[in-house]
Structures are given as structure tokens and as C-alpha cells.
């Protein structure tokens, strides 16, 4: 039966489940194999492959595709930081009565568990996931994934067109994901790992808190988070895991790209807001994505004095903007408008005061962080929640607001939303709340700024006030599935597969 309800045959099972969950030792090895399903980021089609079970402790098993050359030792490794990082993620975003049932108490990936294979562990998928990565061509690739799908059962899973492994999973990586020669070498992949969790606990928590459910606990309809704060969240989880920005994240926002023959959309003002809007002709413009929702959710966790404004926002029964408002309303500022929000931390990319609203409060990376300038045009195009930066050569009054655009003028350590003087720079930033909307015309300066002493012209003239001599960054670039599909024009993954979970219990 196709529209089966998950919540009344997870409660049904409970009981059974959580005798079985903890029976294996810690550092329990077994040889065991098992078939997989996996989507191919290129074509969107699934295909099977072989797995190794290589290693597994109390918490997860390290499932491997044969023929790969990944090593036991390694699966170990996998499996030993999955503990740290279970730590870390359960603290930061978990909750340890997520879901109540029989009187007993579930925290968020005990509940995943019992939502799926209930073995009481995560099983961890490293596997070459096939995607359009080729080094010096194209740098761009899908780090892992999580896919909502694998906790409803295959034949629900076909009836739509898609696959289901019927159990709590994340896919890693392997080719370029584990790359000892790297900088962070195997971090990278653990950082993966972090980043997939995080996905993983937030669909549970949509589950737990987000959903309509009838008399009988029957889901009704899921409320999944909005893209760009689950992706934020997520990002703030490889923080947490590694505690240390990612280059990835803040040097392409400080450089426009990579500084050589990537060049971003940044100083265009594409941004997370609407996540996914500026693929054309460009693999790489997803990474704009990235970078600049790290960036304001690193800012929310330094303005908010910590990261416990994260497990606020996940826990909210929001599932769009409100979930962020209310969040930095109770730790930031009291009824904290997106508007006003938004303004705030645009403002602090340019600005970047220490000691304000208007900047990272001195950390040791992010203080090096500096907005670009709009390429010099009197109007520009702005999606929601994308803002751009002009300079100003004499005192103008500031442009009057029209629909959703907004302006401000930025000065020296200030904000004025009523004028601007000479050597400001304008802000202008669009504040409509609905992601589905179409762009709007904002205003710029049409000045270019003066070149400052020195300074490569063409460099410059890309990111202007920007360039700081920061090495040009290196692939790969890690992206998402769903944002490979985007690149590859047959998008059927990861978004479907949350509206798949609400349509298969009503």
C-alpha cells in the first residue's frame, strides 16, 4: 500500500528495535557484504553497487564499495572520528527527547534510528560517488549526501521513481573526497561527514516538530527547513567538527572565486537566499552558495555570543526565515526584523568593525572578510536576500526604497539608513522573504571607486576593495548533489525527496 504511515509502523516497532540496538561490542569487526542503491549526480539515474563492511563500533557502520582500494584501517578511521563528531553535532543541534513514545525517550539519532533499520546505528557509505568531477577541468564535486528516501521502504521509494536503503545513511566521497595529499586530507572528508549529520538530524527534527500529524501519531505533512538554513546549519556543523574556517568557504567570498578563471557572482550579489539561481554557464556558481551562508551563520554564532542559537533554529517549529528571526531575537536583538537582519550583515561584510553589529567581532580569520563592489551599472538585479555594494563619489541622498529594495550607506564604522556622503559606499539589498520570488531592480552608485596605490587594475576592477594578495585557491571544490544535478540540467534528487516524504503519508 503506497500511502502507508510511517510514524504508527515506527511506533508499532519501537519496543523490538531498541532491544536489539546496543548488542554489539565497541570495535566489532565483521566481513559482511550488501548491496546499495546510489544516484548518479550527473544523470540522476540509481544504480547498484557492492559494499564491505569493514568496520563498526556502538554508533555506526563503515559500509565500503568494493574495488575501490579503501582500507580497513581506514573504515576504522571513519568510524573513530564519527564519534567525535557525534559528540560535537548531538550537542550543537541534537536534543535528547526529541520524540517520546511509551513513555520512553528518544534523542534525535536514536529517533533516526528507530524512523529507519533500528540496528541502533548510522551506517556511513564511502563510495567514488560518479559526478562530473575531472581534475583541471572540472574541479567541482559531490562531497557526499544525505537522501531523505532511505528512511521509507524501496517498494514506497519506487513507486515514485526513485530508490530507498531502509536505513539511517550518509554517502561519502572517496575520489577526491579522501585525499591524504591535501591540506586537511582526511578532515575533509570528516568535515563531509559533519556537514551530512547535520542534514540527517534536521529532516528527524522536521519529522519530530515540523509536521502535521492526525489522532493515530499518522504524518500528514512534513515542513522541511528551507534550503539555504538547513545548508547554513550544516555549514556551521563543519565549523564545529573542525573548529577552523574551511578556506573554501571564505577565501571564494574574499576572492570572488578562486582569483584564476573562476570568477563567482558575489559582487553581482548572489548569495543563499535563493539557493541554486545563478547556474547558468557557471559549475561553479553553487559555491557562492556556500560561502556566503558560512559566512551568516558564522556571524549569527559571533553576534549571538555561541553556537546555542543553532540548536534553537533547528528546533524551531519554523520551517523558512522565521526560524533565524525568532532565533536572533531572543540572543541578538529583541524583535529582530529580516530585514533589519539582513541589512546588519551585509553591512558587516563590508565594514567588518570588531567590536559591533557590523562586523565578526575580531575573529582571527573572518576579520580579513571584505565585500566587493557591484560592477559599475546604474541598476543592478537583486533576488531576494541579495545585496550589492557601490561607492559614492559626492553626497547623494540615498535612492528611495521601491517594493522589496532597500538602501543604506555605509560609513567608516556606521549605518545611515537616510543618507550618504562622498567615499561611502551604498548597500543596496532586496528583503522579500518569499525564495520563490522573481528578482527586482536596485539601484547603484555608477561610480567606479579610485584605484588604490599599487594595485593590479584588472585584479582590482573584479573585486574591487577586496584584493588583499590571498593565493589564488585550488581544486576540488566540494558542491551537493543537488546542486550537481542543477549543473547537469536533470534535477530529480534531493528536493524531491523531502516532498516524496510529506506525499507518502498523507
Known sequence: MKKTAVLLIIALALTSIFVSCFLFDEDFTASKTKKFWAQNAV????????????????????????????????????ADEYLVIYDKLMGAFGKNDLYTYNNR?????????ALSDGDGKLS???????????????ESYVAGYFYAVDFFSNNQAMAEGVRSNECDMIYIDINPGINPGLKFGYREAYSTLAHEMQHLMNFVTTVAVRSDKNDKGEITELYPMDTWIDEGLSSAAEWLYLSEHPPVRWKWYNMNGNGDNIISS????????????????????????YATVYLFFQWLRLQSGGSQIYKQIILSGDSNYSAVTSAASGYIE???SWGRLLRD???????????????????????????????????IQLFPGEG?????????????????????????????????????????????????????????????????????ANLFARSAGSESGTPALSGPFP???????????TFNGTGMSLDLAGELNE
Open 124 to 138: 556511513i557509505l564511502l563510495l567514488d560517488i560518479r559526478d562530473n568531477y575531472k581534475q583541471g577541468v572540472n
Open 479 to 489: 558542491i551537493g548533489m543537488q546542486d550537481a544535478l542543477k549543473n547537469a540540467k
Open 105 to 113: 525517550k528518544y534523542n534525535t539519532m536514536s529517533f533516526a534510528d
Open 266 to 289: 558575489i559582487d553581482k550579489g548572489n548569495n543563499f537566499f535563493v539557493w541554486g539561481n545563478e547556474y547558468a554557464g557557471n559549475p561553479y556558481s553553487a559555491l557562492d552558495d
Open 388 to 456: 550589492v555594494y557601490s561607492y559614492a563619489s559626492m553626497f547623494n541622498q540615498l535612492y528611495t526604497s521601491n517594493g522589496s529594495i532597500k538602501y543604506a550607506g555605509l560609513n567608516n564604522f556606521t549605518v545611515s539608513d537616510t543618507s550618504i556622503s562622498g567615499g561611502d559606499t551604498m548597500l543596496s539589498y532586496n528583503i522579500n522573504t518569499l525564495d520563490t520570488a522573481l528578482s527586482e531592480t536596485g539601484n547603484t552608485t555608477n561610480t567606479q571607486p579610485p584605484l588604490p596605490p599599487g594595485k593590479n
Open 334 to 336: 529583541l524583535n529582530y
Open 345 to 379: 550583515w551585509l553591512s558587516a561584510n563590508f565594514i567588518n568593525d570588531s567590536g559591533s553589529r557590523y562586523g565578526y567581532k575580531n575573529d582571527s580569520t573572518l576579520k580579513d572578510i571584505k565585500g566587493h563592489y557591484a560592477p559599475t551599472a546604474p541598476s
Open 43 to 78: 544523470s540522476g539515474m540509481f544504480y547498484q553497487l557492492s559494499a564491505d563492511l569493514l568496520y563498526e563500533n556502538h554508533l555506526c557502520k563503515v559500509w565500503v564499495e568494493q574495488g575501490r582500494g579503501v582500507s580497513a584501517a581506514t573504515a576504522q578511521m571513519f
